[in-house]
């Protein structure tokens, strides 16, 4: 599977932009999806997480209520929308797929896009 990240960007705190991350290969429906962040000298870390129906999500505590991740099966296609950005929201995004369901942790991931950075100015 070869994802591809794209849609970050330059903005101010407490705007908006909307991550997509486009698959090619396989049956994209039989994987969880995953979008993870890494900040400068910062570990990778879990930000979103959706089932392979898109039934069950999950987010880390400091985004819920702020992003939504989402996808189409039709497109291929997994999205992370986010909203009311803070500074402390600035990093490299990545997708991620695993074959299975969802998890939070980077380690059951099996494959990942090249990161998409995010800046957030205060």
């Known amino acids: 599977v070869q994802l591809q990240a794209f849609g970050g960007g330059l903005v101010q705190a407490g705007a908006s932009l909307r991550l997509s991350c486009a698959t090619a290969?396989?049956?994209?429906?039989?994987?969880?999806m995953g979008w993870f962040r890494q900040a400068p000298g910062k570990e990778r870390e879990f930000v979103a997480a959706?089932?392979?129906?898109?039934?069950?999500?999950y987010y880390r505590d400091s985004v819920k209520g702020r992003f939504a991740i989402s996808r189409d099966n039709a497109k291929n296609t997994v999205y992370l929308q986010m909203n009311s950005l803070k500074p402390e929201d600035t990093a490299v995004y990545y997708c991620?797929?695993?074959?299975?369901?969802?998890?939070?942790?980077?380690?059951?991931?099996?494959?990942w896009g090249q990161g998409t950075q995010v800046t957030v100015s205060s």
């Open positions: 290969g396989s049956t994209f429906s039989s994987y969880g």
């Open positions: 959706l089932s392979r129906n898109g039934g069950s999500t």
């Open positions: 991620a797929a695993r074959r299975g369901d969802w998890s939070t942790s980077k380690d059951d991931y099996h494959y």
